[in-house]
């Protein structure tokens, strides 16, 4: 290899290499699937690096180190985005104090609001974009729970300085990184503790399997969600491993098209008259748009959030008329998704009963817009 092999590449080159076998003559270029529960013992005063899958197995490291490559720490792999969420909210002592945003994911906040129906802990609802409300709300809290983008309403929160701020008063962060993927943002080198991301959505990226991970810089941190994850049986299966592996391979090329895709639709709807609003961080109407500018790496994510003046009915109608757009509830597939979010009992209140949240796929930007315009003009 030449001696320009030894120098840093770009993520882009990254996300193709990262978590490889070695390069040796004959061996494979992927790594395989071990479909074992089980390994060899060695000598006790010199473990294997595997025993039981339930602890860890080949194809769930090469996947971690990857991902961890990618976000500049140590990551853990769970067998959801949930796994992760529950495995992280229970490293708060019994009693702590957690602030959360007022509207992010559902099921975050729902383990939140059931662990202090439990007398678990006590939790602290504020905008996480807002930095004022972090300092007040962070005094004697011990997490600080992020998520930027925000789901669904896409708010930014400045990681770099709510870290400072809550580190200050003592508090851990962190970062759900779901909707920004490491291609856009890296909360470890903005002062986040940890980052989370629901593996099934951008990362794998092809709506077919299920899991969480979570990335740390701290051995000491890793050790204690590792400890968590086998103690409640979160590890994840080989096989989705190596597909969450081989979905990551083109990461970058999926977010580059979508994020592309959505700047286009999102200029595009805010000049639609059925729509009264659009939420996305590119706009420069966006309310933390310069932020985001900063933050995200010259990118804005491929998701977009709308408003209809028709409301809610206008909404569901919208939802059920698109030939191309699908109407489903995930996120970060090559397929584009739509759906309103107050569908959801779960869902925040404080979003709006027509918000409709768009996740822009990989296909032809003409091709979708011809296909929402036609929707929204039926409204």
């Known amino acids: 290899?030449?001696?320009?092999?030894?120098?840093?590449?770009?993520?882009?080159?990254?996300?193709?290499?990262?978590?490889?076998?070695?390069?040796?003559?004959?061996?494979?270029?992927?790594?395989?699937?071990?479909?074992?529960?089980?390994?060899?013992?060695?000598?006790?005063?010199?473990?294997?690096?595997?025993?039981?899958?339930?602890?860890?197995?080949?194809?769930?490291?090469?996947?971690?180190?990857?991902?961890?490559?990618?976000?500049?720490?140590?990551?853990?792999?769970?067998?959801?985005?949930?796994?992760?969420?529950?495995?992280?909210?229970?490293?708060?002592?019994?009693?702590?104090?957690?602030?959360?945003?007022?509207?992010?994911?559902?099921?975050?906040?729902?383990?939140?609001?059931?662990?202090?129906?439990?007398?678990?802990?006590?939790?602290?609802?504020?905008?996480?974009?807002?930095?004022?409300?972090?300092?007040?709300?962070?005094?004697?809290?011990?997490?600080?729970?992020?998520?930027?983008?925000?789901?669904?309403?896409?708010?930014?929160?400045?990681?770099t300085r709510a870290a400072a701020i809550a580190h200050a008063a003592g508090a851990m962060v962190v970062v759900d990184s779901t909707f920004a993927t490491p291609m856009l943002t890296n909360p470890l080198s903005l002062g986040a503790d940890i980052v989370i991301h629901s593996v099934t959505k951008w990362?794998?990226?092809?709506?077919?399997?299920?899991?969480?991970?979570?990335?740390?810089?701290?051995?000491?941190l890793y050790d204690k969600l590792q400890l968590a994850r086998v103690l409640n049986g979160a590890v994840i299966a080989p096989f989705e491993a190596w597909l969450a592996l081989r979905g990551m391979r083109t990461l970058a090329i999926r977010v580059k098209e979508a994020c592309s895709s959505a700047e286009l639709l999102a200029a595009r709807l805010s000049e639609h008259p059925a729509v009264s609003r659009v939420s996305y961080p590119g706009l420069p109407s966006h309310p933390q748009h310069e932020l985001a500018k900063n933050q995200m790496s010259g990118r804005f994510g491929s998701i977009i959030a709308i408003e209809l003046h028709g409301g809610k009915n206008a909404a569901i109608k919208l939802c059920d008329s698109t030939k191309i757009w699908m109407h489903g509830t995930s996120i970060g597939g090559v397929e584009s998704l739509l759906e309103r979010r107050r569908r959801w009992k779960s869902e925040s209140p404080e979003v709006d009963d027509s918000l409709i949240r768009l996740s822009v796929g990989i296909e032809n930007v003409e091709d979708l817009w011809s296909d929402l315009e036609s929707a929204l003009n039926s409204l």
Not at 11 to 37: D, F, K, M, W, Y
Not at 53 to 76: C, N, V
Not at 105 to 131: F, H, M, Q, W
Not at 203 to 220: P, Q, R
């Open 1 to 159: 290899m030449s001696d320009s092999a030894d120098k840093a590449v770009r993520i882009e080159t990254t996300v193709v290499h990262a978590g490889r076998p070695p390069r040796i003559a004959g061996a494979p270029v992927n790594p395989t699937i071990s479909l074992s529960s089980t390994y060899i013992a060695g000598p006790e005063d010199n473990p294997p690096l595997y025993a039981y899958a339930r602890e860890h197995h080949e194809t769930g490291r090469a996947f971690e180190d990857a991902l961890g490559e990618l976000e500049g720490g140590l990551a853990l792999a769970y067998g959801s985005g949930m796994a992760a969420t529950t495995t992280v909210m229970g490293l708060v002592p019994i009693g702590g104090i957690v602030v959360v945003p007022h509207v992010a994911y559902t099921g975050a906040l729902n383990v939140a609001r059931t662990k202090e129906e439990r007398g678990e802990i006590i939790r602290r609802p504020i905008d996480t974009s807002n930095l004022a409300e972090i300092e007040k709300a962070v005094q004697g809290a011990h997490m600080l729970w992020i998520e930027t983008p925000t789901n669904p309403t896409l708010a930014i929160t400045d990681i």
């Open 203 to 220: 990362i794998a990226g092809h709506s077919d399997l299920l899991m969480g991970a979570t990335v740390v810089k701290e051995e000491v």
